[in-house]
């Protein structure tokens, strides 16, 4: 009943300069909204909406969304192509939220054939939520939506934020507490001895500031912990190596998605803090940082979405401002996201992958990057390819991965 033979969605938008700097913004917008307590409105205008449609499209290929605004409603719609027989191989998605003096009104969903009452819909996630996350989550949430205003260029909610939501039961917010019961990302614990022996290594290597180095370390443990440790394998150890290189040379807040990794030892921080900004790749730091992020996207969610958001980082450079669109970048990005889904592979692949990883120098961890066109502009970008549909473009990205596939590392297959 909720697979369809048809898409109902058409995708309208693509992922380009402007529609990167407009979800940028409601990203922004949204984050900013969330640290503040208390009456607030939140704006959210159709050019944002449609600048994250165009980014969920890029990163999710099989999906089209769409959001028109009228002064009587916001109609959402989604259509999801799944790797199903043609009689059930759509999802089709739609929802339609109505202006309101009080409260979120929903007035009704659509899921294939099925068709709820807004009313409805909301009580049976209600339920699924008391029942697998915490009683009255979900009426918490809703209550935080005072006001709803609907326009042709805006949708408007009148908030108030009450951050008390998320500090429940005992010193763990709700979202720590299933961070730690799900471990989705691996064991904080094994994480952690591989943190540490990142921390050592960079106590003794400052001179070192080659990611190389600090990927031999790790990888070296995980080969090593593989055969020797009983009930564990390389596809574990590698999850947790790639992880803590993640969380040591990438943002303070990724140990948030993961666990308590960080050590508070002050020499360790200062050494970290220093080598983060220094530690490079093919000679970059900036190169280092590409590689580094897009692991990170690419553990943390799907390969699509990693190569989508190192494309959206690009377009953002190539705004006014910005240091501009660079292939050079786009392929550390690439190898990133590559390395993340090779070493975690399968068992096979895994093994095969530590032993390539105990020699690895940074000329195999990225291909040479002469000939790569860097600092282009929006304007340049749209003279020479248009958009990401270009033949012309699709070309350089067929080049940036025969590049990757010239090293033996990403000969192991994505």
């Known amino acids: 009943m909720s697979l369809q033979t048809q898409p109902k969605t058409v995708q309208l938008h693509q992922i380009s300069a402007q529609k990167a700097k407009q979800s940028q913004k409601l990203v922004k917008k949204l984050i900013a909204s969330a640290k503040q307590q208390g009456q607030q409105k ?3 205008t159709k050019d944002e909406l449609d600048g994250l449609a165009a980014l969920l499209h890029r990163a999710v290929p099989q999906s089209a969304a769409n959001v028109t605004l009228t002064p009587k409603a916001l109609n959402a719609s989604l259509s999801v192509t799944l790797p199903l027989p043609e009689l059930i191989k759509y999802l089709n998605v739609s929802i339609k ?5 009080r409260g979120l009104k929903i007035e009704q969903v659509n899921i294939g054939h099925l068709s709820l009452a807004g009313h409805h819909f909301i009580t049976l996630v209600s339920l699924m939520s008391d029942f697998f996350i915490q009683p009255n989550l979900v009426d918490d949430m809703l209550a935080i939506v005072k006001r709803v205003s609907i326009s042709e260029s805006f949708v408007e909610f009148e908030m108030y934020l009450d951050t008390r939501l998320l500090e ?11 961070r730690d019961d799900l471990a989705l990302f691996g064991n904080a614990k094994e994480i952690a001895i591989y943190y540490q022996s990142i921390a050592q290594y960079a106590a003794q290597q400052q001179s070192n500031t080659s990611l190389a180095g600090y990927v031999r370390e790790v990888f070296t443990l995980a080969n090593k912990r593989s055969n020797s440790i009983a009930n564990t394998n390389a596809t574990v150890q590698n999850q947790s190596a790639a992880m803590a290189l993640i969380v040591y040379f990438g943002a303070d807040r990724f140990e948030l998605l993961v666990g308590d990794i960080i050590d508070d030892d002050f020499d360790q921080l200062v050494v970290r803090n220093k080598l983060r900004s220094n530690a490079t790749l093919r000679g970059r730091n900036d190169l280092q940082k590409h590689f580094i992020y897009s692991m990170a996207i690419q ?3 799907t390969l699509g979405a990693s190569d989508a958001i190192g494309e959206y980082k690009e377009f953002l450079d190539s705004n006014r401002g910005g240091s501009g669109f660079s292939f050079a970048d786009l392929m550390a990005d690439r190898a990133g ?6 070493v975690v592979a399968n068992e096979n692949k895994a093994k095969r992958a530590q032993s390539l990883l105990l020699t690895i120098t940074d000329e ?3 291909p040479s990057i002469q000939g790569l066109n860097e600092g282009i502009s929006q304007t340049e970008f749209e003279q020479t390819y248009r958009d990401i549909n270009n033949q012309d473009y699709q070309q350089m990205l067929k080049e940036i991965d025969t590049r990757l596939e010239t090293l033996p590392l990403y000969q192991l297959g994505w």
């Open 299 to 301: 553990m943390f969610s």
């Open 42 to 44: 939140i704006r959210i």
């Open 337 to 342: 996201t590559r390395f993340a889904q090779i």
């Open 364 to 366: 195999a961890l990225l």
């Open 168 to 178: 429940r039961n005992n010193d763990k917010s709700l979202l720590m507490r299933l």
């Open 97 to 101: 939220v109505l202006p309101s003096e």
